[in-house]
């Protein structure tokens, strides 16, 4: 039986790290808050520029235009952008994500294609590292601090087309959280490049909504080459973005979890120090009435 | 009298929404003037100062680096990469800004770099040129 002082100790620490994790959910939930405030924010833009976009790419059907757009017309070659956090404690945020990539990754291997790997986030590449080590060629990390900029999303897509124009993936896609609520992220894998073409149900009405036929100024060629990289960078946005917001919802979920936890240890250890006590002070007692009889 | 709803956004947020009477875009093929009834129009934008009027008054005026405006007989839409509110550019800001972008330019050591340099050089000398013409007017 552990003395009273062991117990008094373990509580204590416990408590302690209860506090910890107290904290860490309470800063979660301001900065998911941020995060949410900032995804919302950056709609406007967003949905601005799918407007657009339909509106050009209804001017560029079947394969013809940009690179970007129509595709390098192989599949070979396949970059995957595995975005990740920096940071653990959050639940099952970067291992959900990593299982979908080295899923996604397996599946590309055993098709036949080549498979490139790009980590953002540092959690990832340590992750991948293990398996996939070879297959890593570019990573970034500590992006988003202390606040996640459009020039974040500018730096990840500054690289990938400059991969892209060196020819050295046919199609990227990005794997990502999407932030569902607190409690539930979506594990997505989205395609970048070639975009997945747009259904002919959405694309019609959308010319027909804005009823005429647009003038360009440059020309369509001009606008689009100018589009679509910024286009990339609107996603690549959306998904750092989205990832943001579901990494705090996880840790601020986890660390709710640990908290509870703890408080779960501390009601049990409390418990049991206060049954052997109560032990001890019983023993005592037998001892002396035993005593007494005896006399 | 009709007006045009005027958005102006950037990626990380919407910037100002409201009714103008008309909106001047520095466009990169020259400023354009919307009005409503404008015909529906796709350009580019280049950096310059974008002009809001109410009546006869440009009420606000923006330092916008590019970005596209769409425009409809309705509605005027710009998506700026950088937008900032006139007055709270000083000179002495832009030509900060000026000398940043030559700095890189000296410390760029492959070509990708020197070009983005370049650009960010072109891009500072042409606001601090239209910061200039405007708070001159």
């Keep these: ?295 | 009298m009709a007006k045009v709803s005027f958005r102006l956004v950037m990626p990380e947020r919407e910037l100002l929404a409201t009714e103008a009477d008309m909106v001047v875009v520095p466009g990169s093929e020259g400023d354009f003037g919307v009005l409503p009834g404008h015909a529906p129009l796709i350009s580019t934008v280049r950096p310059g100062v974008l002009e809001v009027f109410q009546g006869n008054k440009a009420e606000q005026r923006f330092l916008v680096v590019g970005g596209f405006a769409e425009v409809t007989p309705e509605r005027c839409t710009v998506l700026a990469d950088e937008a900032l509110p006139f007055e709270q550019v000083t000179p002495e800001q832009l030509a900060e800004r000026e000398r940043a972008a030559e700095r890189e330019l000296t410390d760029a050591a492959t070509d990708a770099e020197k070009a983005t340099a370049e650009k960010a050089l072109a891009v500072a000398k042409d606001l601090r040129r239209a910061q200039a013409y405007y708070a001159s007017r």
């Design chain 1, 1 to 295: 039986m552990p003395s009273l002082k062991t117990f008094r100790l373990r509580i204590r620490s416990v408590q302690s790290t209860q506090k910890i994790t107290k904290a860490m959910k309470m800063v979660a939930a301001a900065k998911l808050r941020r995060a949410q405030e900032q995804a919302t924010a950056a709609r406007p833009y967003a949905e601005a520029m799918d407007k657009i976009l339909a509106s050009l790419g209804a001017s560029f059907k079947g394969g013809t235009g940009p690179r970007l757009l129509a595709g390098t017309g192989s599949d070979k070659v396949h970059l995957v952008i595995v975005a990740t956090g920096d940071r653990g404690l959050c639940g099952a945020f970067n291992s959900s994500i990593v299982r979908e990539a080295r899923r996604t990754i397996r599946t590309l291997i055993a098709d036949g294609k080549t498979v490139k790997i790009f980590c953002v986030g540092r959690k990832g590449r340590d992750q991948l590292r293990r398996d996939f080590s070879t297959m890593i060629v570019e990573t970034m990390t500590d992006l988003g601090r202390p606040r996640l900029s459009f020039g974040d999303a500018q730096k990840v897509t500054a690289r990938i087309m400059e991969m892209f124009d060196a020819g050295e993936f046919d199609v990227a896609t990005v794997i990502f959280n999407r932030f569902k609520s607190a409690m539930t992220q979506i594990v997505t894998a989205q395609q970048l490049i070639p975009p997945p073409a747009p259904e002919a149900s959405t694309a019609a009405p959308a010319a027909a909504a804005g009823g005429a036929v647009y003038e360009f100024e440059p020309d369509e060629g001009e606008i689009l080459a100018d589009l679509l990289p910024r286009n990339l960078t609107v996603q690549i946005f959306r998904v750092l973005l989205e990832n943001a917001a579901s990494f705090y919802g996880s840790q601020m979920t986890a660390m709710d979890n640990a908290s509870r936890n703890a408080g779960d240890v501390i009601k049990k250890l409390t418990l049991q120090m206060n049954r052997s006590r109560q032990a001890t002070i019983t023993k005592e007692l037998i001892e002396i009435i035993s005593g007494a009889e005896a006399i």
